[in-house]
Structure formats: structure tokens, C-alpha cells
């Protein structure tokens, strides 16, 4: 069964400083790893998507990730965060093989200071 | 990608009743699925509601609690039967665009039940 742990709960940054938000999976193949933001009162917006290749992915308002199969991790960085940035965070993972059904982790709230 | 829209956006219920929720989808996909998020929790999927077939519920969801229809590869609805105070959440449809193998979000349905 595939589970996703988000380790950190909530986050505090500081606008300018950077952000980085840990996401650990447990699958026996490799899977498809998914980082999406929920606004407050929004819907789910996909940022990046990792399926196969190069392990550092782009995606979008700066926002990137990096795959270590070894570490079974799939961490979101941003250089500099800004004030719109505060929101809450899902990781998630999922598989072809098991019908493209996504499980979530917990989830981090990152609260942005001035 | 795809535009996705749900109606309603949110609602206040009584309980012993019955909500429908309606998701509208731009273009024509055969993957759709719907998710609970209950307040301050991650997302859980209920189902999945591809065309042509019956909705599979996961465990811990049935259709008696949850039908849902999937006319055309367009539309779909998540009904929300004999509501209690438990199903206050927030139900969000998603597709997966045919070769895609990813889920894009509607904007969700916020339902309280008193």
C-alpha cells in the first residue's frame, strides 16, 4: 500500500527566506510524486510533478523538487518565499499500477512573517 | 490541464438530509474521482468514477452514503446521503486527463451539516 508522511505539521518562514518542506513516501516501485497548494478556501493546485527522469523538477511560482529514491523522499524548495506563498501544502503519491489513485500526506501550513 | 467547476460551493444542511454536488469538467475525461477533506485534515478519496462503469468506493465509503452518477465524460455528481454533523468537509471532485497521469482539482464543496 503506498502511505506519504509530511513530517512537519506547520512551518514559519520569514518573506525572503527560504522554504523547504519534507515529504517521505513508502511505495514498492517508483511512483508518481505530486506536490499540490491549498490556498485558504481554494482548491488544490497542482506546483510539480515527478514520473521519471532527471530527479530535480521545476514547477510553477519557483517552487522545485528533488527525488532521492534512497531516501524515499520527494522535498519542495523555494529560494525566497513571499507573502502569497502562505498556504498549506499536500504531497502526494500515486501509481498506474494502482489505477492513478493518489494518497495524500498530511499536509504543512506555512505561515509567512513580514 | 482541465477547468473544472463544482456546484454547490458550499452549503449548510440539516441533518437526516441529502446534498448532491455537482462537478463540470471542460473537455472529455474518463478518469474522474472524489475526495473528503474534513476540517483541518488531509484528503481521502472516496471513489472513483470513470465512464462507462460502476463508481469504486474505497474502504471505509459506500455508495449507500455516497452515490454517484457519471452520465457522460463531462459531468459527474457525489451525493451526500442521510447527512450527519460528521460529514461537515470539504468534497472535491478531480480529473485525470486520458494520458495524463495526473489529477487536476475543482474548487471544492464546503458543506456544514447542523
Known amino acids: 500500500a503506498q502511505s506519504v508522511t509530511q513530517p512537519d505539521i506547520h512551518i514559519t518562514v520569514s518573506e525572503g527566506a527560504s522554504l523547504e518542506l519534507r515529504c517521505n513516501y513508502s511505495y514498492g516501485a517508483t511512483p508518481y510524486l505530486f506536490w499540490y497548494v491549498q490556498s485558504p478556501g481554494q482548491g488544490l493546485q497542482l506546483l510539480l510533478k515527478?514520473?521519471?527522469?532527471?530527479?530535480l523538477v521545476q514547477g510553477i511560482k519557483g517552487f522545485e523538487a528533488e527525488f532521492k529514491r534512497s531516501q524515499s523522499s520527494f522535498n519542495l524548495r523555494k529560494p525566497s518565499v513571499h507573502w502569497s506563498d502562505a498556504a498549506e501544502y499536500f504531497c502526494a503519491v500515486g501509481a498506474k499500477a494502482a489505477g492513478n489513485k493518489l494518497t495524500f500526506g498530511g499536509g504543512t501550513r506555512v505561515l509567512v512573517k513580514p | 490541464s482541465a477547468v473544472i467547476s463544482q456546484k454547490p460551493s458550499r452549503d449548510i444542511c440539516q441533518r437526516g438530509t441529502s446534498l448532491t454536488i455537482q462537478c463540470q469538467v471542460d473537455s472529455q475525461v474518463t478518469m474522474m474521482f472524489w475526495y473528503r477533506q474534513q476540517p483541518g485534515q488531509s484528503l481521502t478519496l472516496i471513489a472513483t468514477?470513470?465512464?462507462?462503469?460502476?463508481?469504486?468506493?474505497e474502504s471505509g465509503f459506500v455508495i449507500d452514503k455516497f452515490p454517484i452518477s457519471r452520465p457522460n465524460l463531462t459531468f459527474s455528481t457525489l451525493t451526500v446521503s442521510n447527512m450527519s454533523p460528521e460529514d461537515s468537509s470539504i468534497y472535491l471532485c478531480?480529473?485525470?486527463?486520458?494520458?495524463?497521469?495526473?489529477?487536476?482539482f475543482g474548487p471544492g464543496t464546503r458543506l456544514t451539516v447542523l
Open positions: 478531480s480529473v485525470d486527463p486520458t494520458g495524463s497521469d495526473t489529477q487536476y
Open positions: 468514477a470513470n465512464q462507462g462503469s460502476e463508481a469504486t468506493y
Open positions: 515527478y514520473f521519471s527522469g532527471d530527479t
